[in-house]
DNA sequence: ATATTATTCAAGCGATTATTTGAACTATGG
DNA sequence: CCATAGTTCAAATAATCGCTTGAATAATAT
């Protein structure tokens, strides 16, 4: 074989940059924490937990991303706590879902499948929803988890999570209708929420887009200090 | 190990295929693919070439772009035409090169590294040069294969392939200022261009942007019949 | 100091997977 | 029927992966 000219070594060595983030990004538990990253910051052991994976192998998926520039680590006491490193990440992780979403038809049927065997859920004009939220007109509500509404939430919307809502539904209003999300179109916690609450005689509707969504569409988030 | 929730095969599975899509892009060699293809519609034997592989390995690594949906295929006659599936694929590409850039250090190094053995070649503002190219004020200059001007190139350029442009000298103006594009910041061919015009006593300087960056910062294209 | 907790590191295992080349094969057109 | 363009297959190599286990490190509390 031919030595190759600097050209090319120069083209190679940049795909191969390249590359190595798209490597990273190559396992679905590693986009599945990308994915819980982009909710906001958290410890390792809660990634592990919502990831339900061992610490140590959450820690392990966590250095290759690291490696790739995609998250960084803080130390904060006993805790080490990762984020994002960056907005260009996030969007990277939606153009990877925008792609999938598009193109590979397996995505919709593995969710009209796992939807199928709940209640049919439809979605939600996040345009009429604005209008609606701001007028009073529905109640928005958040079911994730306390810290991830506190890292950003869509305004107007009340910090519900879903292991509190049987207590909570005291609170909820009988007749207007309640609007849930989650994390994104792929997060059950909306799902089982709204149909918990249908269950109870609400009428409730799924929003599928997450925060992500929500500002990728360029609107705005609002956060909560720290409790 | 205890019998995952429906919960988690869902997600289990969509993550999945978000990884399907990152896997296909986790190649030096398919990312160059992607990023010829970003430049319009090309034949496999045209790739095999413009990518230095063989046919063989080059057909290979197109299935396993087709798999994950970034490209598909036409047959035309003998030839069989590759372009990207979609404009959100060529969204993805730069999604990945701007992480690329902006989180791995490495990057920038080898680009400075391979940079310095030719002339230092500084960049252009693209919203100043808008405006000078309508002014007639400067000559741009598209110096990429001929197709891939015909596919789509800025308005007001000129195509002036590489290989052509030593006898293409006299058309173009002593005094005034040329400016080089070709596929992007990190295709050689804008640099060789205005490497050789300054040895010729030309004033030229490169801009760093390709039509993937044109447009993805909102200017339009312009496209040619196809001769 | 010592114990405790959170995380990382190192080693190892088993298995799979990716890359590439050359040759055989298919399809098209002259 | 032959040349061309592309795909596919077989095979060899190499590499990497993902995960577990157990020890190491680091910060904090007692």
């Known amino acids: 074989?031919?030595?190759?000219?600097?050209?090319?070594?120069?083209?190679?060595?940049?795909?191969?940059?390249?590359?190595?983030?798209?490597?990273?990004?190559?396992?679905a538990h590693r986009i599945e924490l990308v994915d819980l990253l982009a909710q906001g910051p958290r410890t390792v052991e809660?990634?592990?937990q919502l990831s339900e994976m061992s610490l140590a192998n959450t820690s392990q998926h966590l250095q290759v991303l690291r490696g790739a520039g995609l998250v960084e680590a803080t130390k904060q006491g006993l805790f080490v706590t990762y984020r994002l490193a960056d907005g260009t990440v996030a969007d990277l992780f939606l153009g990877l879902r925008g792609v999938a979403?598009?193109?590979?038809?397996?995505?919709?049927?593995?969710?009209r499948e796992f939807l199928a065997e709940r209640d049919q859920?439809?979605?939600?004009?996040e345009r009429a929803l604005r209008r609606r939220v701001r007028d009073g007109d529905v109640t928005l509500i958040d079911v994730r988890p306390r810290e991830e509404y506190e890292a950003g939430h869509i305004p107007g919307a009340v910090s519900m999570p879903l292991p509190d809502l049987v207590k909570e539904l005291a609170t909820l209003p009988k007749k207007a209708e309640i609007v849930a999300y989650c994390r994104g179109p792929y997060c059950v916690l909306a799902v089982e929420a709204v149909?918990?609450?249908r269950k109870k005689g609400f009428r409730a509707v799924r929003l599928e887009d997450g925060i992500l969504d929500w500002s990728a569409h360029g609107f705005r988030l609002e956060a909560s200090g720290v409790k």
């Open 195 to 197: 149909s918990l609450l």
């Open 46 to 48: 809660a990634l592990a």
């Open 1 to 27: 074989m031919p030595t190759p000219s600097a050209g090319r070594r120069f083209k190679d060595a940049i795909y191969e940059q390249f590359a190595r983030v798209a490597k990273a990004l190559a396992s």
């Open 101 to 111: 979403e598009g193109r590979l038809a397996e995505v919709d049927r593995i969710k």
């Open 121 to 125: 859920l439809e979605a939600v004009d």
